[in-house]
């Protein structure tokens, strides 16, 4: 793949890479019946923490790797609270 065959958007929290891996072979010369690299269009989306914009957002393209890179994304969350549950 390369760095045009991919779209990075960031729009309400949510962060969501898509992009199509394209077929490099001739369909003409197609002789086999499984194949593990797999081409066609993809999504994938993660919800970040509320406050991250654009500028917090970065991605390095190298040898077929994609690099995401999202600053001050990290949250620290408090333990869970437990609720007691009261008869009546």
Do not use: C, H
């Amino acid at each position: 793949m390369y760095p045009e065959d991919v779209e990075i958007t960031l729009s309400n929290d949510v962060l969501t890479v898509s992009g199509e891996r394209k077929s490099e072979q001739d369909p003409e010369e197609e002789t086999f019946y499984v194949r593990e690299r797999y081409y066609g269009v993809f999504r994938r989306s993660w919800a970040l923490p509320a406050g991250i914009g654009e500028d917090d957002a970065s991605a390095d393209f190298e040898n077929g790797l994609l690099e995401i890179t999202v600053r001050d994304g990290a949250v620290a969350v408090p333990e869970p609270r437990r609720i007691q549950i009261r008869s009546r």
